[in-house]
């Protein structure tokens, strides 16, 4: 069972280029996130999903985008990025209300230069 | 609205000796409350949850939390540390509802030979 999927694991982008983080879960779970976390200030919501056809922001959405078109996906699109967008970003699952646990990729470490 | 603060950024202790981390929560109805484990470059593990039953709650890994209404507190404590259990250590709370989590800003703990 693969869990919660991320990819990549690693990247570096140039100041105003674009990329999209890749979020897979096999779970069957209807709640999706993506976190950042920076060093020292543990993690924030950036967008949530509650199912397919359905996001929200959450606490740091400006300068991101996300869709849900299938239960599975639930991808980040940074559109111009900026060094302040230099953070490790976690997506995160879990089934729903009355389900309170989540679980987490293991991570994409992003930097902007 | 929901918070969480962990008292200490980092606790260092020897190699055998009890560990206690430290989280207070604030929470304006009956939340659910965890502790994540992240080693150095890995994703979150979940090491124990709370959700309204016992108040004694044991994890993996021979950690255990216990959560006090009166103090809104939920400590995370071993009685024997161990060189592996290097890591961050986050405390979570939520509401169970879709938004998410909300995570304390970590503590690192230290563990001396």
């Known amino acids: 069972n693969a869990g919660v999927t991320q990819t990549p694991k690693f990247r570096i982008l140039k100041i105003g280029q674009s990329m999209t983080l890749q979020c897979t879960q096999d779970m069957n779970h209807n709640y999706m996130y993506w976190y950042r976390q920076d060093p020292g200030m543990g993690l924030k919501l950036i967008y949530y999903?509650?199912?397919?056809?359905i996001t929200d922001k959450g606490e740091v959405p400006n300068g991101y985008n996300v869709s849900r078109s299938t239960t599975e996906d639930f991808p980040l699109r940074l559109e111009l990025a900026a060094p302040s967008q230099t953070s490790v970003y976690f997506c995160?699952?879990?089934w729903g209300r009355g389900a309170p646990e989540a679980f987490f990729g293991q991570g994409t470490r992003l930097t902007v230069v | 609205a929901q918070s969480v603060t962990q008292l200490d950024s980092h606790v260092s202790v020897s190699e055998g000796t009890p560990v206690l981390l430290r989280c207070n929560y604030s929470?304006?109805?009956?939340?659910?409350l965890f502790w994540y484990v992240q080693h150095p470059n890995k994703g979150l593990q979940l090491l124990l949850k709370?959700?309204?039953?016992?108040?004694l709650v044991k994890g993996i890994n021979g950690f255990e939390a216990e959560f006090k209404k009166s103090e809104t507190s939920f400590h995370l404590t071993k009685p024997s540390a161990h060189m592996s259990d290097a890591a961050e250590y986050f405390c979570v709370v939520t509401r169970g509802g879709a938004d998410g989590l909300t995570f304390g800003k970590g503590t690192h703990l230290i563990i001396q030979p």
């Open positions: 709370y959700t309204s039953a016992a108040t």
């Open positions: 995160a699952s879990r």
């Open positions: 929470s304006s109805y009956s939340p659910s």
């Open positions: 999903s509650v199912g397919a056809g």
